[in-house]
């Protein structure tokens, strides 16, 4: 158990939908990063946060916005769904932003029917 | 922004032999080269890291070897055993603090 825990595990929903995310990170980290891993597929960074603020984008979809709360929280909300924004999605947490380790929540798997 | 290859995408190699990946990267601002074991349908989990300041670590049978000149860095699995078999992330953090990884490498240890 890397102590970065993410809900819900499973989810599916219909295309135009609109769903969230939520990811709790391990007691202590600041950071918190959002991936998605379509089948097959490497892991694309969406987005990061730290202490609260946004840190780093990567190549998220203006359909697509996360937040990080003051308990360290982090929420992704995907908006107007797609077949294709079917996969994995991981959050990952680290102390800080610099040469700390990230670890990696179980995922949770969205499926967009 | 950074850009991470990493080589080969898939390697299948004989229980016992020893197996290689290589990553590069292009911003000579990162300074954390962490590698990441992934099993079908896990998460990532952290298997070794390196930091700029360092070339070569090595925990039991597996090292990493970093050249900062040539900005590229490996992962050495030697006595590989069928339990190895899963695939393998790359990472690099650079200035921002973004992780980028590589696209990944499927090792299959054949028994």
């Known amino acids: 158990d890397s102590g970065v825990t993410q809900t819900p595990k499973h989810l599916i929903t219909a295309t135009g939908q609109r769903v969230t995310l939520r990811c709790s990170p391990r007691s202590g980290d600041l950071s918190v990063y959002w991936y998605q891993q379509s089948l097959d597929q490497g892991l694309q960074f969406l987005i990061q946060?730290?202490?609260?603020?946004?840190?780093a984008k990567g190549n998220i979809l203006e359909r697509f916005s996360a937040q990080q709360f003051p308990d360290l929280h982090s929420e992704l909300n995907l908006s107007s769904l797609e077949l294709g924004d079917s996969a994995l999605y991981f959050c990952?947490?680290?102390?800080?932003?610099?040469?700390?380790?990230?670890?990696f929540g179980q995922g949770t798997r969205l499926t967009v029917v | 922004g950074e850009n991470v290859e990493q080589h080969p995408s898939t390697l299948s190699v004989q229980e016992g032999d020893s197996a290689v990946i290589k990553c590069t990267y292009s911003d000579s601002a990162s300074n954390y080269f962490p590698w990441y074991k992934q099993e079908l349908g896990k998460r990532p989990q952290l298997i070794i890291d390196i930091r700029s300041n360092v070339g070569e670590k090595k925990d039991q049978r597996i090292a990493v070897t970093l050249n900062k000149t040539a900005k590229h860095f490996s992962l050495h699995i030697t006595e590989t055993q069928p339990e190895d078999s899963a695939v393998y992330f790359c990472?690099?953090?650079?200035?921002?603090?973004?992780?980028?990884f590589g696209g990944g490498t499927r090792v299959l240890v054949k028994p």
């Open positions: 990472a690099v953090r650079a200035a921002g603090n973004k992780l980028t």
């Open positions: 946060y730290y202490n609260g603020e946004e840190r």
């Open positions: 990952a947490s680290s102390v800080e932003g610099g040469t700390t380790e990230a670890f």
